[in-house]
């Protein structure tokens, strides 16, 4: 009898012990699956091979999507093909986790926590909300009124938890710190200025490469970012001022800086180097950016301090 005791003490202990939900979230997420209640029932409808394609079209609307949520209460990531950049909160009482992004726009996201397990979490969000993180409005009141007026069906998404550690070699190609070449500037920036943006994209560029070239991560697209680098199967080049996508030219404060900003990467570019041998595109790509971003720190004396 006190044996039985004893283990039931022992088993109350243990459940007593597991972590809060709001403290379990505090990961890196990486979306794997997305159910939603009206595509299960058009592709049923039609016939089980249906179904299952209308799965795999509905997947691509979340694959390789990912959401941070850190400990300092920054929310980063990427979702619905945009980096997204904000803070977040979890309420535990209603289950439900709020982001409230900064970047691209303002917008506030609910998500209802419906269940944190082991290495997978589960969290439903009516679709039009995370639609506008792509299309986005500017005037939340029209926001809310919209998602009280919308059917509220809600998506299912699955994430799994990314274990992923960085250091100077790998560093995190989400982070804010590497993501900082996004920020439009309010005035126009001095040379310094704006060779510290053009060496932050060169390093964010480097960063993605040295992310996916680690064949145990979990797949990374190229959708989410946009820039004057030209990356290619065999090797690493730069736009024609003509051919530079605008979303780039944007981040500058007007044509003028972009021009100059484009300028100071060019002068990169036009260095001498010699193309690295490597085992595929995506290692090359890591080992020239590297060699690039050396080179940058030749020409304009930038780069990390030394003690």
Not at 68 to 97: C, I, P
Request: net charge neutral; aromatic share 12%; charged share 25%.
């Amino acid at each position: 009898m006190k044996n039985h005791l004893l283990l039931a003490a022992i088993v109350v202990m243990l459940c007593g012990c597991e972590a809060p939900i709001g403290e379990k979230i505090q990961q890196r997420w990486v979306f794997t699956e997305l159910e939603t209640p009206y595509s299960e029932a058009l592709g049923k409808a039609i016939s089980q091979e249906a179904y299952e394609a209308t799965k795999l079209d509905m997947k691509q609307l979340v694959r390789g999507n990912r959401l941070v949520l850190a400990d300092s209460g920054r929310a980063f990531g990427v979702l619905m093909g945009e980096y997204v950049l904000g803070n977040w909160k979890f309420n535990s009482f209603s289950n439900e986790l709020v982001t409230r992004l900064q970047y691209p726009k303002n917008l506030k996201l609910r998500w209802l926590v419906k269940e944190s397990k082991g290495k997978k979490l589960t969290l439903q969000i009516i679709p039009t909300q995370l639609q506008k993180v792509r299309t986005g409005h500017a005037d939340s009141t029209q926001l809310e009124l919209e998602d009280a007026l919308a059917d509220k069906q809600y998506w299912s998404i699955t994430a799994e938890k990314e274990d992923a550690e960085f250091d100077a070699e790998n560093p995190d190609p989400w982070s804010p710190a590497l993501n900082a070449w996004r920020a439009k500037p309010t005035a126009p920036e001095n040379t310094k200025q704006l060779e510290a943006r053009m060496r932050n994209h060169l390093e964010f560029m480097y960063s993605f490469f040295a992310f996916a070239s680690n064949p145990e991560r979990y797949w990374v697209s190229q959708d989410w970012f946009f820039s004057a680098i030209k990356p290619g199967s065999n090797g690493i080049g730069i736009y024609s001022p003509k051919r530079v996508p605008a979303q780039w030219q944007a981040v500058f404060y007007d044509s003028a800086q972009a021009a100059q900003g484009y300028a100071i990467l060019r002068k990169v570019f036009d260095a001498d180097i010699k193309v690295p041998e490597a085992d595929n595109g995506v290692e090359m790509n890591k080992k020239l950016l590297r060699m690039l971003l050396t080179e940058f720190d030749r020409l304009y004396g930038t780069g990390p301090k030394k003690d």
